[in-house]
């Protein structure tokens, strides 16, 4: 039986084109390629995969029009989105390219010998990619994890695997050899899920959904498969009254209808500190009401459609509670849904829980620095946040305070390939990017040797 999958444009439900889908068989024997290559590439000299890494990083810039359009048409991202994409791609691969020539180990004192550390690869590691963000996610699994010397698979999103597919073949025209970088469209109940049973898949790198991520790990554990998890959050964007309000209201769109609030960093909740609350609102009604909703491919969209139907209405599920305002999109064929800033109830309500994955936030308010820090830990996710005052030791105090991976004081911005990404509680387990990921993708083998 052959399995093929539709891709949807979501800004007009157009059919872009039609992808074949993996099986078990054919999953198994790109696994076994993969390990296969994995045997040539981990003894490659460190400054040649380094130089291959880079022309990757080269040839994926070369082609930043081509990957951001096949973005825009699969995924309904922005124009500006999708050309940052594609160079968070290239640029992440030039970041760890640093890494082969500088993978250092140890050599700790010991009586006797000495004593040294190594940073071995693991072998095969199976990257399974969500649709919000087909590329960097991706990015920041394969870049370190080749880096390292691992081969990899990477299984993107049913509704998005165009970019991927190409990056692959990106890959084999920068002259990364043959089995090392392999894209297997497929679903998760097959290529993904066997990623987590098959023996020569040494690590999932996995980021999507909490639900499906903790069925990863449970499966994981059966071979005490290493696992990284990046998964849903609630984050909160923490306004004090001494903040430059202004500011603080025109970036408050941005922070969580970007992607059309499908965003794991989505700043889905807004604390509004009582005294501010009005003027507060005054500007972020003006905010809201310019938020472009249109057409992705122009330049001056901010955000673009849904990317399914079934998401839209999952997102659609939560506009039952008292709305403030919102802004407008398009009509029309196509998953298009206006920004919308919900009042909810109180912190029960589930606008304000539950993880919304669309164009809406919720707002309410709080009385001082303990209550914003009690009301943004009340939660079982913790991946991100921002903190706006113009008082450096309250930023530090609630910086400190909020249990979240990555926080941003007086900006939105929590993405960076310079510094570790991941989430506290629920939202996940380990870290990507930053200088710390390698150890991610490696093993420490301690060598003692005898002086005698
Ligand atoms: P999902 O089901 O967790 O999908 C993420 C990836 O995992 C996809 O590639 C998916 O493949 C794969 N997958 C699904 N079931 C699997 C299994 N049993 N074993 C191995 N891989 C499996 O997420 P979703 O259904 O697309 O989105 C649902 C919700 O998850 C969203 O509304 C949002 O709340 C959250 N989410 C969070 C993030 C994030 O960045 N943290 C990203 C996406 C979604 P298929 O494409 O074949 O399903
Ligand atoms: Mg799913």
């Known amino acids: 039986m052959s399995l093929t999958y539709d891709v949807i444009n979501p800004a007009n439900e157009s059919v872009v084109t039609t992808v074949a889908l993996l099986n078990l068989e054919q999953t198994d024997a790109v696994i076994a390629q993969a390990s296969k290559a ?45 050309l940052w994409e594609a160079d968070n791609v290239a640029n992440t691969l030039m970041y760890f390219a640093a890494a082969p020539e500088r993978l250092f180990g140890r050599q700790i004192p010991v009586p006797g010998g000495i004593d040294i550390t190594f940073k071995e690869p693991l072998g095969v590691v ?17 870049a370190p994890a080749l880096a390292a010397g691992n081969t990899v698979v990477i299984k993107p999103a049913e509704y998005t695997p165009l970019s991927a597919i190409r990056l692959a073949e990106l890959a084999l025209e920068a002259g990364i050899p043959e089995g090392v970088f392999n894209v297997l469209p497929g679903k998760g109940s097959i290529v993904g899920n066997r990623f987590v049973t098959h023996p020569l898949v040494r690590k999932v790198v996995f980021t999507g959904s909490t639900s499906v991520g903790k069925s990863i790990m449970a499966g994981c554990a ?10 849903g959050g609630k984050s909160s964007n923490i306004i004090f009254a001494d903040a430059d309000i202004a ?11 970007d992607n059309a609030g499908q965003d794991c960093c989505a700043r889905s909740r807004i ?8 003027s507060f609102m ?39 509670e008292p709305v403030a305002f919102t802004g407008t999109a398009p009509s029309g064929p196509g998953y298009w849904m206006p920004p919308t800033v919900l009042l909810p109830k109180n912190t029960q309500s589930r606008s304000w829980r539950e993880e919304i994955f669309g164009p809406v936030v919720s707002v309410m308010t709080f009385d001082d620095e303990s209550e914003a820090i009690t009301m943004a830990n009340d939660s079982e996710y913790g991946l991100s946040g921002s903190i706006w005052t113009r008082d450096i030791g309250r930023a530090l105090r609630v910086s400190r305070g909020v249990e979240t991976g990555a926080l941003s004081v007086n900006s939105n911005s929590s993405v960076r390939f310079w510094t570790p990404f991941g989430g506290y509680k629920q939202s996940g387990l380990g870290r990507e990017l930053g200088p710390d990921a390698l150890d991610s993708f490696t093993e420490v083998k301690n060598v003692f040797i005898s002086q005698d």
């Open 126 to 142: 199976g990257i399974i990619v969500p649709w919000n963000f087909p590329m960097p996610i991706a990015g920041w699994g394969f």
């Open 222 to 231: 059966d071979q005490v498969k290493r696992v990284t998890l990046e998964l």
């Open 271 to 278: 604390l509004v500190q009582k005294s501010a609350f009005d």
């Open 247 to 257: 500011k603080a209201a025109a970036g408050a769109p941005g922070a969580v209808f």
């Open 38 to 82: 994995f045997e040539s590439w981990r003894t490659i000299a460190p400054g040649d995969r380094a130089r291959l890494l880079r022309r990757f990083s080269e040839v994926v810039s070369a082609h930043r029009e081509e990957l951001a359009q096949i973005e825009i048409t699969n995924a309904g991202h922005t124009r500006g989105n999708a």
């Open 282 to 320: 005054e500007h972020f009604e003006i905010a809201v009401k310019k938020f472009r909703v249109e057409d992705p491919n122009l330049a001056t969209a901010d955000m673009g459609p849904l990317i399914s139907k079934k998401q839209f209405n999952a997102v659609e599920s939560f506009l039952d």
